[in-house]
């Protein structure tokens, strides 16, 4: 019988499978991703719990309902993969697939829970030539995003057209991946500045990737590609291991200031990621109170129940909070009252261009003010002048962090850095 197989074991079994002689002639084999639509509504609806609950009462439905020779695993949270290595045709998938559509039309049930689910599905057909499961999922994906596109509950065959950049996102997502294996992520460290007296307060770590051949490359470049293709764990993993090569140094030139850590909310997928990240910072002898998390705003709001579980978490756990980019969705605001954070980060748009605009400075006296109240400390980037930085202070930010001051700058680069000098 099929059973939810752990994910490394899947990949090796699978491609164990896809490669196995006996597949050669006339098989087509086909990954299945099945993506769980709206999925975080479970978790607002029935808690983490149910949410986990009806999650598995899906791998469960899988199991049971597909050949029993399916490989099947769970992904992350809410998206499972299915190899079917004896497939032999289009319609042959679309019957499995259409199957497990089928038995969605009755609600899924757990002891406790009662739900009404649907999937969007993608479908990868294995060619010979590719017989590789880690970028079968990774063209699966794509038609899975596809499919929720079309309006979801639905399924969708991936096409080479489906994506030109497809085969460009494969190879630089194996790259990426030896990238955090062979030391060429690196830390850029930024100065984040106390409005009142202009000291250094903190840095902020960012990434950056010493690319072989391309050079020093920033997020914009390699983010997007490890948020498709599963690499922010590893990603992340790599940035902490070296804050830890560098956190001796640097506090002694910071003066023991504290450490701005960005935070992608793909890491909430994983239930018990705050807890890791704490294990994981006194592993380093780091000390909690040094470390402030940066969470974007507007992703936290996709999933409401697992972001403010893991805020929480940190912060009893010692560990501040700061809601990055605030201001940049919609929402905001109103919501500031209802999560405890320590700190909001202004977005850059509020900056950029505030010593001009009437406006921009009215509206961001007001978050500051409301912030204030709340004990909220505000935090501002991207002052790239003394214009800037001053109607920025005057209006009553806490901290400031831009070119203005510094320009992010590797541990060994900061002694050489002029911006840098004034801090140190
Ligand atoms: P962010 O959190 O908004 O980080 C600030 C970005 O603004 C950085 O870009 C920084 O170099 C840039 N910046 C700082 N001061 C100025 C300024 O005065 N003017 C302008 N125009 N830009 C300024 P960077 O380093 O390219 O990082 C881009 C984004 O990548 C970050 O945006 C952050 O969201 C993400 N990122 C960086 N490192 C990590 C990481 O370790 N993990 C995760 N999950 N995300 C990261
Ligand atoms: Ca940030
Ligand atoms: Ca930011």
Not at 199 to 227: K, N, Q, Y
Not at 372 to 386: H, M, P, Q
């Amino acid at each position: 019988i099929s059973k939810l197989l752990n994910a490394e074991i899947f990949e090796q079994m699978g491609d164990e499978a896809l490669n196995t002689s006996k597949w050669q002639d006339k098989a087509l084999p086909a990954l299945v991703v099945f993506n769980i639509d709206h999925f975080h509504r479970m978790n607002t609806a029935f808690g983490i719990g149910g949410g986990n609950r009806i999650i598995s009462a899906f791998g469960d439905l899988l199991t049971r309902t597909l050949p029993a020779d399916t490989l099947i695993t769970r992904l992350h949270s809410d998206h499972f993969v299915a190899l079917f290595p004896s497939n032999r045709s289009h319609f042959d998938i679309s019957k499995h697939v259409d199957k497990i559509r089928q038995q969605l039309s009755r609600p899924i049930k757990t002891p406790s829970e009662s739900a009404s689910i649907t999937v969007s599905a993608g479908i990868d057909l294995i060619e010979d030539n590719d017989r590789n499961v880690r970028n079968s999922i990774i063209r699966a994906e794509h038609a899975a995003h596809k499919a929720q596109e079309l309006g979801r509950d639905c399924f969708c065959f991936y096409r080479p057209e489906l994506s030109e950049s497809t085969a460009q996102l494969i190879r630089v997502s194996a790259e990426l991946r030896e990238a955090t294996n062979a030391n060429e992520i690196k830390n850029a460290y930024q100065p984040i500045i106390r409005a009142t007296d202009r000291t250094i307060s903190a840095v902020e770590v960012l990434a950056r990737w010493h690319h072989p051949v391309d050079g020093i490359l920033r997020p914009a470049t390699f983010m997007p590609v490890a948020e498709q293709t599963g690499l922010i764990p590893a990603l992340t993993a790599a940035v902490i291991e070296n804050i830890g090569d560098d956190f001796s140094l640097l506090s002694v030139k910071l003066n023991s200031g504290a450490l701005c850590l960005n935070i992608s909310s793909i890491m909430f997928k994983e239930d018990d990621f705050a807890d890791k990240l704490l294990a994981s910072f006194d592993d380093l002898y780091i000390p909690r109170q040094k470390l402030i998390v940066e969470i974007t705003e507007s992703t936290l709001m996709a999933d409401m129940a697992r972001g403010l579980q893991a805020i929480n978490t940190l912060r009893d756990g010692k560990v501040k909070v700061v809601l990055d980019h605030f201001g940049h969705g919609r929402s905001s605001y109103s919501y500031l009252g209802q999560i405890n954070v320590d700190g909001i980060k202004l977005d850059r748009i509020f900056t950029d261009d505030i010593e001009h605009s009437t406006h921009k400075r009215t509206l961001t006296k007001s978050i500051v003010s409301a912030a204030r109240e709340l004990g909220i400390a505000t935090f501002v980037e991207g002052v790239e002048s003394k214009e800037q930085a001053e109607v920025l202070c005057e209006i009553g930010c806490d901290y400031l962090q831009g070119y203005y001051f510094a320009r992010p700058a590797l541990l060994e680069e900061i002694d050489r850095n002029k911006d840098w000098e004034k801090f140190l």
